[in-house]
């Protein structure tokens, strides 16, 4: 898109269907600024701040996760697009939580013990917050005591373990057994991820889940924690 064009759209001219269609192209160009400008017109309108992230943002974001999970896109680009997310979102949080309105769902997030990486898990939660989860994220280097401690506190549908090392994979059993040791396993969806996993080892180890990417783990995340709801 050249700066030409870019001059000639004036977010607010748009009507609402095609100031949506117009958010999309922003949020794949990763122009944080349109977008936050968008989501300012958008509740100037009227528009319930629920619909703005559902319609506009998730509507938005679905569309880099797909082309994300089909090679069309990188991980550049949809960090890129994260962040313009984030922009609006930065304007919506306050107005959601005001309204009481629920996310989609809580996941709790972090990189294991050992292991310093952190792009991978990065991108799952930006992915996440995309489709509509709130994502508490404990970092990187995380331990069994850590994650535990979260799980207390935060009460969340998913626990998300991430790693890039083959040395620091079997950490994640290490988090499961002692969620198993104090009852608390199957209070929670347990995700893992990183490059040197693959579906074996999560069910070797007792996951509910192996996502091969942020794509993928956002599609799991969504059809567990209905499945989860409905029972």
């Known amino acids: 898109m050249s700066d030409e064009n870019e001059d000639d759209i004036v977010l607010s001219d748009l009507a609402d269907d095609d100031l949506v269609e117009q958010m999309f192209d922003d949020l794949y160009d990763g122009l944080a600024d349109e977008i936050r400008e968008g989501t300012e017109i958008l509740l100037g309108r009227g528009w319930d701040p629920k619909r703005v992230l559902d319609d506009a943002l998730v509507g ?13 896109l990188f991980v550049p680009e949809v960090l890129l697009a994260a962040n313009s997310m984030k922009s609006g979102m930065a304007i919506l949080r306050p107005l959601l939580a005001a309204t009481g309105a629920e996310p989609v769902g809580k996941m709790v997030i972090g990189t294991v013990k050992g292991d310093i990486h952190d792009i991978g898990k990065n991108l799952v939660g930006m992915m996440m917050e995309g489709a509509g989860f709130e994502v508490i994220d404990l970092g990187i280097n995380t331990d069994a005591e850590t994650y535990i401690a979260a799980l207390h506190k935060e009460r969340p549908d998913i626990l998300g373990m991430s790693a890039l090392l083959t040395t620091t994979m079997p950490y994640m059993k290490v988090v499961i057994d002692a969620m198993t040791e104090q009852g608390i396993r199957d209070d929670f969806i347990v995700m893992v991820g990183g490059a040197p996993l693959n579906e074996e080892f999560g069910n070797v180890i007792g996951a509910d889940a192996y996502c091969r990417d942020a794509a993928t783990a956002v599609e799991v995340a969504k059809s567990l924690v209905s499945l989860r709801r409905a029972s």
């Open 60 to 72: 938005g974001m679905n569309i880099v996760g797909k082309d994300f999970r089909d090679g069309i």
